[in-house]
């Protein structure tokens, strides 16, 4: 019926692909990354990998240096409020915030 063997390098070498995508990516091509799996997940109503997402998000916030303090600050809020939206199955919130706040990195990142 289906060739297990094909099927599996075929998807063996999809893993690969995307290993080899996420290992050379750039600091800004993770974080859009980051967002687009949150999104397709919030579309998805998949409240753990949404979180997870989000929580990734989380601990990529810099309080540790003085210029990047108040933005993580008030990112932190805002990701903490997709992940409380989420859990409250308000789904159409969390995908606003998430793909605007894509957009502005997309728009920081092109200058």
């Known amino acids: 019926m289906y060739n297990t063997a094909y ?3 075929r998807g063996n070498q999809v893993n690969q692909y995307l290993v080899k995508e996420i290992m050379e990516a750039t ?4 974080l859009i990354k980051i967002y687009d799996f949150a999104i397709v997940n919030c579309q998805k109503h998949n409240l753990e990998k949404t979180n997870k997402a ?3 998000l989380i601990n ?9 303090r108040e933005i993580s ?3 932190l ?3 903490q409020f997709c992940q409380e939206q989420m859990r409250q199955k308000n789904y159409d919130i969390v995908y606003k915030i998430l793909t605007e706040l894509r957009e502005t990195w997309l ?3 092109k200058k």
Do not use: C, H, V, W
Not at 61 to 68: C, G, Q, Y
């Open 7 to 9: 099927t599996f390098n």
């Open 27 to 30: 600091p800004q091509q993770l």
């Open 54 to 56: 989000i929580q990734e």
């Open 60 to 68: 990529s916030l810099r309080f540790d240096l003085d210029e990047a």
């Open 73 to 75: 600050i008030g990112l």
């Open 77 to 79: 809020k805002l990701y």
């Open 107 to 109: 728009g920081i990142f």
